[in-house]
């Protein structure tokens, strides 16, 4: 079974329409929970983390927030710059762990 | 912006050699990590590597990988007589505490 799933796999959204990623996990304990862009042929660029439910962090059009059992990424106004795969990556609180689990990734593209 | 250096970016190998992926951390980084991604997949875990001995590896990291840190600024990763299915991106990532991962751009790894 996945611990981290994310929803939808694809999006085409027209600039200037806003929408939402969802990331959803599934671990005993939650220590973070990472979101990072990435470009083609690039490695995860960090964009936030989020250590408790309720939590909410921001960064220009980008929003994260965390609930128990899944976190948004909502982009407001997206420009075609912001088009990349948006990964989402949890780390277990399980000792000394820190390693990530990721998601597949949701493949964000932002027509002009 | 401090960044974490891969290099090659691109190496090509015939299977059953041995190739060295080299990586330069962030200097005030502890935590060095390696990843891979294979087309189309998601970036799963290999090992971490902390106070220069391995803290955590994946069922990935088998008898085939080493890591190293041969001096104070490099951080290796080994992998002996290669096989087709080990074509992917790695990628180096290091961190100075648990959070805020940094990953480099990443090496595309062909074997052939």
């Known amino acids: 079974e996945d611990q981290v799933t994310q929803s939808p796999e694809a999006l085409r959204l027209q600039e200037g329409e806003s929408s939402s990623l969802n990331c959803s996990y599934t671990?005993?304990?939650?220590?973070?929970l990472f979101w990072y862009r990435q470009d083609p042929g690039k490695g995860p660029e960090f964009l936030f983390t989020l250590y408790s439910a309720g939590e909410e962090k921001e960064k220009e059009r980008l929003k994260a927030t965390l609930t128990k059992k899944e976190s948004f990424l909502h982009i407001t106004a997206p420009k075609p710059e912001d088009s990349a795969t948006y990964l989402c990556a949890v780390q277990e609180a399980s000792g000394s762990a820190r390693q990530l689990t990721f998601g597949s990734g949701t493949q964000l593209t932002v027509l002009p | 912006e401090p960044e974490v250096t891969q290099t090659p970016s691109h190496q090509v190998t015939q299977m059953g050699q041995e190739v060295i992926l080299r990586c330069v951390p962030i200097s005030n980084h502890l935590y060095f990590y390696w990843y891979r991604q294979i087309l189309g997949q998601k970036v799963e875990f290999l090992v971490s590597?902390?106070?220069?001995?391995?803290?955590?590896k994946s069922e990935i990291f088998d008898d085939q990988f080493s890591v190293e840190r041969p001096d104070g600024s490099n951080f290796t990763l080994k992998i002996r007589s290669t096989k087709l299915e080990d074509s992917a991106m790695y990628f180096c990532a290091s961190s100075r505490d648990h959070y805020g991962y940094t990953f480099g751009s990443g090496t595309r790894l062909t074997v052939v």
């Open positions: 671990v005993s304990g939650l220590r973070g």
């Open positions: 590597f902390y106070n220069n001995e391995i803290s955590e």
